[in-house]
């Protein structure tokens, strides 16, 4: 049974940085591409970045300020998130996509993000 677990969320001022991160268990996802999605009140979840082993791609509203990476070893997934604006609050789910042409298979439970502003 694969289960993903994100960390690091929590509430930070306008400008500044959070990480989050995913752990995963069950399985060796160092083939897996993964992804970090998130879902603001009200809205729709979106995507925000994914990595895959031949490199990653971003959201537009986030290029330049997020970097997704990973650490196999750990099982470990991380989104680096720097320059946060109010609008960046949401809750950010982790997902891992086996197959590699986007079907997210597997999801994690969410952590919150709040920038204030």
């Known amino acids: 049974q694969v289960q993903l677990v994100e960390s690091g969320g929590g509430l930070v001022q306008a400008g500044g940085s959070l990480r989050l991160s995913c752990s995963a268990s069950?399985?060796?996802?160092?083939?897996?591409?993964m992804g970090w999605f998130r879902q603001a009140p009200g809205k729709e979840r979106a995507f925000v970045a994914a990595?895959?082993?031949?490199?990653?791609n971003y959201a537009d509203f986030v290029k330049g300020r997020f970097t997704i990476s990973r650490d196999n070893a750990k099982n470990t997934v991380y989104l680096q998130m720097n320059s946060l604006k109010p609008e960046d609050t949401a809750v950010y789910y982790c997902?891992?996509?086996?197959?590699?042409?986007?079907?997210?298979?597997?999801w994690g439970q969410g952590t919150q993000v709040t920038v204030s502003s």
């Open positions: 997902a891992a996509d086996p197959s590699g042409e986007g079907s997210w298979t597997y």
């Open positions: 069950g399985r060796t996802f160092s083939s897996w591409t």
């Open positions: 990595i895959r082993w031949i490199g990653s």
